[in-house]
Nanobody, 124 residues
Framework: QVQLVESGGGLVQAGGSLRLSCAAS????????LSWFRQAPGKERDFVAG????????YYADSVKGRFSVSLDNAETTLFLQMNDLKPEDTAIYYC?????????????????WGQGTQVTVSS
């Protein structure tokens, strides 16, 4: 069973930075695609960024390109999301998802496992 635990959220002013972490159970990054999604109140869960290690693929949503960076640690047990130049519209609960399908899907229903989420609030 894949387990995912997010951390690192918080309150930050516009233009600031945060780094989110997603601790995954051993071996998950080797066999699964790992992605970040976010969900604002009253809105759908949207793709942010993802890594398919087995394919060497990394993808970003257009809204975060150039500001966010997704990576894995050397042990491949933790997924990071470095968020720079944060904007109020980045405010959401950020979730880590894992898919066994080996492709960075942008649709949340392609992911079988989710963490509990971490709140990111950006003040103007």
């Amino acid at each position: 069973q894949v387990q995912l635990v997010e951390s690192g959220g918080g309150l930050v002013q516009a233009g600031g930075s945060l780094r989110l972490s997603c601790a995954a159970s051993a071996g998950t990054a080797v066999s699964h695609t790992l992605s970040w999604f976010r969900q604002a109140p009253g809105k759908e869960r949207d793709f942010v960024a993802g890594i398919a290690r087995m394919r060497g693929s990394i993808y970003y949503a257009d809204s975060v390109k150039g500001r966010f960076s997704v990576s894995l640690d050397n042990a491949e047990t933790t997924l990071f999301l470095q968020m720079n130049d944060l904007k109020p519209e980045d405010t959401a609960i950020y979730y880590c998802g894992a898919s066994p399908r080996g492709i960075v899907f942008r649709e949340p229903d392609r992911y079988d496992f989710w963490g509990q989420g971490t709140q990111v609030t950006v003040s103007s």
